[in-house]
């Protein structure tokens, strides 16, 4: 299933969104100009949880620099579909929540829940070498709080039936739901004996983001918030 769109219009011009959009694109661009040289930039500024286990554990000189990837992680991509995968729920979700909760609350839910997605995912996997980057553990924070703000919305899908692609409307909490059933039990299915690699994705990472997101909506959501009109 591929969303396109909800049926929810933001009160106010999603700004934060908008750069965090624009931000993650021009960070992929710099990566298309690096070529080869793009897996230094991945070991030195994606989440590498064995790197980071120990930096937690010793605390050295190079903690600091270690534990900043918790946030540089969120902004580099491995490839057009990785990218463009995660800007589509981007666009679609995140403009509502931005504009319930304000810009600054945005940004706080949004980098927290990034790094919420990175610990859980180094918490599953403390001795993996490979770098973990995406946008995909933020952007599960804000499925996380879209979908307690507006669990009736409807999301025009495209959804595959057999040979042909029909569009439907789905409510989010379905939607959402079914999205976080399936990033939970394929985070089982990578836990599996043998199952060395997780099939290149950070489920968990979805899984902690997603929960993250929920939780820090509660905590960050403003007294007299006003939710924007259908």
């Known amino acids: 299933m591929i969303p396109l769109r909800d049926n929810i219009r933001s009160r106010r011009f999603p700004f934060l969104t908008v750069t965090i959009l624009v931000t993650n694109v021009a960070v992929f661009f710099y990566e298309l100009s690096l070529g080869d040289s793009v897996q230094i930039l991945f070991r030195s500024y994606g989440v590498i949880p064995r790197e980071l286990t120990g930096a937690v554990v010793d605390m050295g ?62 918490a599953i996997r403390p001795l993996d070498i490979i770098p973990t980057i995406g946008a995909s553990g933020a952007i599960a924070g804000v499925l996380g709080a879209y979908v307690l703000l507006f669990p009736w919305a409807k999301v025009k899908t495209l959804v595959p039936i057999g040979f042909f692609l029909t569009v439907v409307e789905i409510p989010a909490l379905l939607f959402l739901g079914l999205w976080f ?19 290149g994705v950070a489920w968990w990472a979805h899984v902690g983001g997603f929960v993250g997101g929920a939780v820090l909506l509660m905590i960050l959501k403003p007294a007299r918030a006003v939710s924007p009109s259908s």
């Open 181 to 199: 059933v399936i990033q939970f039990l394929s985070g089982l299915a990578a836990l599996a004996p043998g199952n060395v690699a997780a099939g």
């Open 61 to 122: 000189p190079d903690s600091l620099r270690v534990l900043a990837t918790l946030v540089s992680s969120q902004f580099l991509h491995v490839g057009w579909f990785h990218l463009l995968g995660n800007l589509l729920y981007l666009w679609i979700f995140a403009d509502n929540v931005e504009g319930y909760i304000g810009s600054f609350r945005f940004f706080i839910l949004y980098l927290l829940s990034g790094v919420t997605a990175a610990a859980v995912h180094v």
